[in-house]
Every structure is written in C-alpha cells, then in structure tokens.
C-alpha cells in the first residue's frame, strides 16, 4: 500500500501528464506546494504545483479539479535561480 504523500505525488505527476497533452508542451513537477480536499456534493481537490515548462523557468501553477473539470491557472510568478 502507498503512504498518503506517495499517493498525492503520483497524482500531481499524472495532472502533469494530463495538461502536458492538453498545452501540446512537455511539463515537468517540480515541487508540491499544497493539496487541499473539500467534500461537499462531490470531492474537489486543490493543488498548488510548481512546474517547469520547454522555456525552462519554473511556473507557480493553481489546478482545481472538481469531479471530472480541471481548472488550471498560473500565477505567472517566475522563480529565478540565485
């Protein structure tokens, strides 16, 4: 059985995957920041992710997913290395 952080890991990698296709540009994980459930008619999940797209600068991403939508937006934050 995987443990809980394995589980949401393996989750935000396949939402990677998922709006890699949907951009037509390859996306890489880098880092979780939060995942957030909220139970009411159905289940939504949160995700704050960091993802590095084909330009290479680290993007800031919000993805909601309720029941089977996914919203998808960028803080258009870059991060720059030091």
């Keep these: 059985m995987l ?3 394995c589980l949401v890991q393996n989750f ?3 939402m990677c995957v998922q709006l890699s296709s ?3 540009s390859k996306l890489e994980l880098l880092k979780v920041h939060s ?3 909220q139970v009411v008619a159905g289940t939504n999940y949160r995700m704050k992710l960091e993802v590095k797209g084909e330009t290479g600068a ?3 991403w919000q993805v909601v997913v309720y029941g ?3 919203i998808v937006s960028s803080t258009a934050q870059h991060k ?3």
């Design 3 to 5: 443990c809980l952080a």
């Design 12 to 14: 935000c990698v396949f």
């Design 22 to 24: 949907k951009a037509n």
């Design 35 to 37: 995942v957030e459930k």
């Design 58 to 60: 680290p993007q800031a």
């Design 68 to 70: 089977t939508s996914v």
């Design 80 to 82: 720059h290395a030091a």
